[in-house]
């Protein structure tokens, strides 16, 4: 069980992904999505990390906050290309 705070480092190692500052900002970049596209929805989840957001979202514990964090992060640009 997780007891420290969560925080958007933390979510991408729990996701499996690099945690790394400059992987994360890459990671954002890369990856953004429609307005209309919610995060949990986002085609390039593993089926686990897909239900690691949703599960947490739903939850309204402690990550839901990153998660929220997370999603404006990638919803910033409404999916334009940059």
């Given at each position: 069980?997780?007891?420290?705070?969560?925080?958007?480092?933390?979510?991408?190692?729990?996701?499996?992904?690099?945690?790394?500052?400059a992987a994360i900002e890459?990671?954002?970049?890369?990856?953004?999505?429609?307005?209309?596209?919610?995060?949990?929805?986002?085609?390039?989840?593993?089926?686990?990390?897909?239900?690691f957001i949703i599960s947490?979202?739903?939850?309204?514990?402690?990550?839901?906050?990153?998660?929220?964090?997370?999603?404006?992060?990638?919803?910033?640009?409404?999916?334009?290309?940059v």
């Amino acid at each position: 069980m997780f007891d420290g705070h969560p925080t958007l480092e933390l979510l991408f190692e729990q996701l499996g992904l690099d945690s790394s500052e400059a992987a994360i900002e890459t990671f954002i970049a890369d990856h953004q999505l429609d307005q209309n596209m919610p995060l949990h929805k986002a085609p390039f989840w593993s089926q686990s990390q897909h239900d690691f957001i949703i599960s947490h979202w739903k939850k309204d514990d402690d990550w839901a906050i990153v998660v929220d964090e997370l999603n404006a992060l990638l919803h910033q640009n409404d999916g334009e290309q940059v």
